[in-house]
């Protein structure tokens, strides 16, 4: 590949920190605008927020403010540090997975070889966050919501995990990069006009990917963690103002980077048809493609939140283990004979 | 059967609690969980003590009155006009169909009959606030579970019915619009077509809830066989409306002790369920909103012409008596209980609200259940603060 | 036909709501979005709700008619309305007769932070001193504010709407109002 810029170390390193910055709660702000402001409200025939700037665009940094300026309360049984310290701890898991999110042929922060594999890893420390959250929290929902978070994101880390395995053995190869690469020189039937993209291969794991995204990412068929009308918002029960947001953030900070995810691997990322794949201009174009389809995964993702009432956790545990895991599986054995065969 | 199975239920229930105080005693880790009074799901201020082992609940105990307003004693020191107005904000959804059983038991003691006409525009308002009631629910019960869109729906198709009630009463919650002997005013001009227009947009309503809700797999796998009430328990605990009609039980009011209403004149079908379960709760009051919406649109084709006030004198005394008067309202059975000593007000109220005894039946039916059921069952129940505490 | 999942029947019901409140023109227009108009919801300080002309919003007084009688308060189930009067003579309505007694209504107050807006006092009212009209803003930072005296009672008189013929059928003779 080629080099873009040459820049010394410390150089690159901190313009790349500062867009990190800059971007993750960027991100999170065109999700709640876009989405949980306008696209719900739509679906619910109102106008969503519109008296903020144009088209209430300002809302949510209305609402920041406003969080900014309450009062930083504990609970007087709290485990201060650790109450503290666990909305730092989902945001940081947040912030790591972008580490490893390509936009474009070297628009990427670092280009891991197993890049999968980090983004898998990372993305479950989150959970330790929010059971820290529960516990620290001294309140009888919170450690039930935190109780609920834990056992969720374990069920559905594997089949996470298991979905995406499918991708990787078609890729040959675990660099996120690598997988974009793959799908754009891949061939349909000898037809390489547009690339291969997996979600056509592999659209058991796609779907697979998808659900169990929407549990990692506590969204509503599997919100049992948050459930506002059970437990009241579960694990962030007692959290205000700062501290809640930065909960917030996180949450669609994560959900932006799972629809990432997601497009990169299944969607063919930002490689768009007739580049080349390490053509320079795609350092311009590919992360208005990646946005693009990170904007139609995440409708997809929201879409269903807007809709579907909650499981109870006993079944959401039997769709895991029985249903998910197993399909995922056969979808690895699939993949691997068609991978010997072909 | 029903006698000595409530008493073993009893006994059952409380031994259960005297394991969870020893449990406590011994630490062995059973938790107190306080579900209200301030929790959405009890959309209100009931509070349930629940223990806890683990997800799954020991003992359920609603406690209530967080919100007794005394409207049995207020009653005592109005005139009977007065009264309606504090009766009006019993079951603050249904409003209209609380005045009528106790406009109708005064009318009773009186032995005045309120002319056709008003009967009829009476019946009307009383299928329409029971729309408006359901409506809620339908919507409400979505949200209980985590469905966030029903609710919006239900407000803004409930927003309809008001307004159509508002347009003839001048109140949207509170309509105050009975008066013994009749009613107070006549309904508008256009408002028969206004309302039979909303009631077709109801119905699409009802079908909307029915393909996003009632055919959900998931909003079937969590009501299913959750809560099951069987009818005789439902009948011991005195569960009335369609939470007896979800059990089996073919028992309506408007049916079966019709007060004078108009609903012998148009032909409807009650709505059972076998199951007893919180989907067939929320089945049987969808269709009944349906049921509603064409009993509305048949009474509104045949509204006689004539007065709408009997002659009552000017300041009402009702002769000294006593008048039990029920009606099936949106919520389930409600009736009043009249002492009259023949002066300007009643001597004493009772009132039977449907609410107090469907919820009655908690402790019951929640045992060994899971939290996130706790508030299945508590939204399929379906009551309304006011109704439970007045 | 097969029977569709439950799952994405749902998901069409709320996707065509999507559609509807975003895209509520017809014909060739649907393409322009417009949820202004697709929208059921009004946006409150910008336009307003007309509420129907026999909503309950606040009671006016037309002060002319009104003889200081005290039914409407003695009939008010929460009394929170408040009547002073005097008698006065006035001069005869015909040549020559005797000098009548009239009451002089000093003062009429209703207390909205008490008023429970049953209308019973705009019923049992005799003489049409009272009527109810649909206007709702009125809401004052302090709730002694919302103590409404005799001229301001009365300033609501011009609002008050006309009354609505009725539906066929009926034998209710449509009253005036007094302007």
């Not at chain 2, 009829?120 to 579970?145: C, H, K, P, Y």
């Not at chain 2, 969590?222 to 979800?246: D, H, K, Q, T």
């Not at chain 3, 209703?110 to 109810?132: H, Q």
Request: glycine share 8%.
């Amino acid at each position: 590949m080629t080099t873009l810029l040459a820049l010394p170390y410390w150089q690159e390193t901190g313009i790349k920190l500062g867009l990190a910055l800059v971007v993750i709660p960027t991100t999170s702000l065109i999700l709640v605008y876009l989405f949980l402001f306008k696209m719900m409200a739509f679906m619910q025939s109102r106008l969503g927020p519109n008296d903020t700037g144009p088209y209430g665009t300002l809302q949510l940094i209305a609402e920041a403010i406003k969080f900014l300026q309450k009062e930083d309360i504990h609970p007087a049984q709290a485990d201060r540090r650790v109450f503290r310290m666990a909305p730092v701890v989902v945001l940081a898991s947040t912030f790591l997975l972008y580490v490893v999110l390509p936009a474009g042929p070297d628009a990427v922060v670092e280009d891991l070889d197993t890049g999968v594999f980090y983004a898998m890893a990372v993305s479950s420390l989150s959970v330790l966050g929010i059971l820290m959250a529960g516990w620290a929290s001294a309140n009888k929902y919170a450690l039930l919501g935190g109780l609920r978070a834990a056992g969720q994101l374990i069920a559905y880390e594997l089949p996470l995990i298991l979905a995406v395995m499918g991708v990787v053995i078609q890729a040959e190869t675990l660099n996120l990069q690598g997988i974009v690469e793959a799908q754009a020189t891949g061939e349909i039937f000898g037809f390489g006009g547009i690339g291969n993209p997996f979600i056509l291969t592999q659209f058991l794991a796609f779907l697979i990917f998808m659900i169990a995204a929407q549990a990692e990412l506590t969204q509503t068929p599997f919100d049992m963690p948050v459930a506002e009308t059970e437990l009241v918002g579960g694990f962030h029960v007692e959290y205000t103002g700062f501290r809640f947001l930065l909960f917030f953030m996180a949450e669609f900070g994560t959900a932006f980077a799972f629809s990432a995810l997601a497009s990169v691997m299944f969607l063919g990322g930002w490689w768009i048809p007739g580049f080349d794949v390490d053509d320079n201009i795609l350092n311009v174009l590919g992360p208005g493609v990646m946005l693009a389809k990170i904007l139609l995964v995440a409708f997809f993702i929201f879409w269903v939140r807007f809709t579907y009432p909650r499981l109870r956790e006993d079944q959401l545990q039997k769709f895991a283990w029985k249903v998910l895991i197993p399909l995922a599986l056969a979808n690895i054995v699939l993949t691997g004979i068609f991978k010997v065969v072909f | 059967m029903t006698a000595t199975s409530d008493r073993e239920q009893m006994a059952y229930v409380s031994s259960q609690a005297a394991d969870a105080r020893v449990n406590v005693e011994l630490d062995t880790g059973d938790m107190t969980l306080n579900i209200g009074p301030q929790h959405p799901a009890t959309h209100g201020t009931l509070r349930l003590a629940c223990r806890l082992d683990g997800e799954q609940v020991v003992v359920a105990e609603p406690i209530m009155g967080y919100m007794h307003r005394g409207y049995e004693k207020l009653c005592e020191v109005r005139t009977y006009p007065q009264c309606t107005t504090l009766i009006n904000r019993i079951d603050w959804l249904g409003s209209f169909a609380n005045e009528v059983p106790f406009i109708l038991a005064a009318e009773r003691l009186m032995e005045v009959e309120a002319p056709p006409r008003a009967q009829w525009i009476r019946t009307i308002l009383f299928e329409l606030s029971r729309v408006a009631n359901l409506a809620l629910f339908l919507g409400d019960m979505g949200v209980q579970i985590g469905a966030l869109t029903p609710v919006f729906f239900a407000f803004r198709d409930r927003e309809r019915v008001l307004n159509q009630i508002e347009e003839v009463t001048g109140g949207r919650f509170h309509p105050n619009f009975d008066r013994i002997g009749g009613l107070k005013d006549d309904i508008p001009k256009g408002w028969v077509e206004e309302t039979r227009s909303v009631m077709v947009k109801m119905r699409t309503f009802c079908d909307e809830m029915e393909d996003l809700l009632v055919g959900n797999e998931i909003f079937q796998a969590r009501c299913r066989g959750v809560g099951v009430i069987p009818p005789e328990v439902a009948l011991g605990y005195g569960l009335s409306g369609a939470n007896l009609r979800a059990s089996g039980v073919d028992w309506d009011l408007r049916r079966d002790a019709n007060p004078g209403l108009a609903w012998d004149q148009v032909d409807w079908r009650v709505w059972t369920h076998p199951d007893g379960d919180s989907f067939a709760r929320y089945w049987v009051r969808l269709q009944e909103t349906r049921e509603a919406t064409h009993i509305v649109d048949q009474l509104l084709d045949g509204i006689p012409s004539g007065p709408i006030m009997a002659k009552v004198p000017r300041i009402i005394k009702v002769p000294a008596g006593e008048a039990y008067l029920s009606t099936e309202n949106p919520l389930g059975e409600m009736g009043y209980y009249i002492v009259s000593k023949g002066d300007l007000g009643p001597f004493r109220v009772k009132i039977r609200t449907p609410s107090f005894n469907n919820i009655s039946i908690v402790p019951w039916v929640m045992k060994g259940v899971y939290v996130p059921d706790v508030i299945t069952i508590l939204g399929s129940l379906y009551f309304i603060l006011g109704d439970i505490d007045r | 036909m097969p029977q569709l999942p439950g799952l994405i029947k749902g998901l069409g019901v709320t996707a065509k709501t999507a559609g509807r409140t975003l895209f509520p023109k017809r014909g060739w227009k649907t393409l322009i979005p417009a949820p202004q108009i697709g929208a059921v919801t009004v946006q409150y300080p910008h336009e307003k709700e007309a509420p129907p002309e026999r909503a309950r919003g606040v009671i006016a007084l037309h002060e002319e008619n009104c003889t200081a009688c005290m039914l409407c308060s003695r009939s008010c189930p929460d009394w929170c309305i408040y009547i002073e009067g005097h008698k006065v003579k006035a001069p005869p309505r015909r040549e020559g007769g005797k000098p009548r007694t009239v009451n002089m209504l000093d003062r009429f107050d209703i207390d909205y932070a008490l008023c429970m807006y049953c209308g019973i006092c705009v019923d049992v009212c005799p003489f049409d001193a009272l009527f109810w009209t649909p206007e709702y803003e009125y809401s004052e930072p302090r709730i002694a504010d919302l103590l409404h005296d005799k001229d301001r009672l009365g300033e609501w008189m011009e609002t008050v709407p006309d009354f609505l013929d009725y539906e066929a059928g009926s034998e209710q003779k449509v009253r005036k109002v007094p302007r």
